[in-house]
């Protein structure tokens, strides 16, 4: 999975506010999938910056983070971004999102 959104660049920081939207009890954390990230420590739901994108085919994740959506195209993009990552979790070159758009279903 690749993860982003933290201010600091720490893997850490957030944007010093949460929010709290409960998972649906059936999401699966499957390729493509968006959800936002929390610490161990947190509730359900909780979110503040940081999010996540699922590149295996099943994440095994328990429904404990707030669904975004699913990457409908652009999946390719997902991938070169996962080539980036090295063993310790860091990207070997700094990955920018220019654009995203979001449609309702």
């Known amino acids: 999975m690749i ?7 720490t893997g850490t920081g957030g944007p010093g506010y949460f929010v709290d939207e409960p998972p649906p009890q059936d999401l ?4 493509g999938v968006v959800a936002m990230a929390k610490s161990p420590v947190e509730p359900p739901g909780r979110s503040g910056s940081q999010f996540f994108v699922v590149t295996a085919a099943d994440a ?10 699913k990457v409908t195209s652009g999946l ?8 980036l ?14 654009r995203t758009r979001l449609e309702l279903g």
């Open 28 to 31: 699966d954390y499957t390729r």
């Open 85 to 98: 990552g090295t063993a310790g979790g860091q990207p070997t070159a700094p990955v920018v999102i220019q």
């Open 76 to 83: 390719e993009v997902v991938r070169r971004i996962e080539q």
């Open 60 to 69: 095994g994740l328990t429904p404990d983070y707030a669904l975004v959506g």
């Open 3 to 9: 993860q982003g959104g933290d201010p600091t660049q």
